[in-house]
């Protein structure tokens, strides 16, 4: 059963710092790369970040310098630490693999709620 966990949101003023957790179900984590998106208002899901099996890495231009993402592949979690966040940073945040995505096949957590405040 894929399954998706999301955890970590909250309400954070500008310039502050989160840390998001993702649990994933072996069938989506294993052997896949990995995703966080987000979703604002009115605004279609958009990709923040992505990391391969071993490791390498993809920002939006949006978040680079400010986001990091990484993940455990012992524990099937994948992470984002979030600073210097702005109130534009404000959506609900998914993680989900790639390949599942955008083969219209994926299935989605219930996501974790980021609200920056000016």
């Known amino acids: 059963q894929v399954q998706l966990v999301e955890s970590g949101g909250g309400l954070v003023q500008a310039g502050g710092s989160l840390r998001l957790s993702c649990a994933a179900s072996?069938?989506?984590?294993?052997?896949?790369?990995m995703a966080w998106y987000r979703q604002a208002p009115g605004k279609q899901r958009e990709l923040v970040a992505r990391?391969?099996?071993?490791?390498?890495?993809i920002y939006a231009d949006s978040v680079k310098g400010r986001f990091t993402i990484s993940r455990d592949n012992a524990r099937n979690t994948v992470y984002l630490q979030m600073n210097s966040l702005k109130p534009e940073d404000t959506a609900v945040y998914y993680c989900?693999?790639?390949?599942?995505?955008?083969?219209?096949?994926?299935?989605w957590g219930q996501g974790t709620q980021v609200t920056v405040s000016s």
């Open positions: 072996g069938s989506i984590f294993s052997g896949n790369a």
């Open positions: 990391i391969g099996i071993y490791g390498g890495t």
């Open positions: 989900n693999a790639p390949r599942f995505v955008l083969s219209n096949s994926a299935s």
